[in-house]
């Protein structure tokens, strides 16, 4: 069944976001480095869904131009599926517009695509799933 996995939040500084949720008593947890993508993430957990952080490692990355034209804020809301591969097809077929139509691996090791804003009601929309056990 799909779920609301986590939204996604363009930030200028991820230790300025830190503190300010930590300020709220909520912990920001696996923190790394998507080298891909050009961006540092931080999660935190919200009852039995995430924030996703993103910090911009470079100015030229999709974060980082987000930022320079909108400045900080909502950047994308992530959807989990159980059969991403199958999920992708099916738009392929529909004819959705995507960003990529490749699945990509992300932080955690979560698999992903992005549905382009256009096909998703003006949201960037990321389908995900979990990573493939034993990894």
Sequence with gaps: MNSLDHLGIAVKSLAKARKFYESL???????????????????????????????????????????????????????????????????KKNGTRLISDEIKVGAGGHLYVFVHPSAAGGVLLELCEDPPQGV
């Design 25 to 91: 008593g909520m912990k920001v947890l696996n923190e790394e480095i998507v080298e891909h993508e050009q961006v540092r993430v931080g999660m935190v957990p919200v009852g039995e869904t995430r924030i996703e952080l993103l910090e911009a490692t470079e100015a030229d990355s999709p974060i980082g131009r987000f930022i320079a034209k909108r400045g900080e804020g909502l950047h994308h809301i992530a959807i989990a599926v159980e059969d991403l591969s199958a999920t992708l097809e099916q738009l």
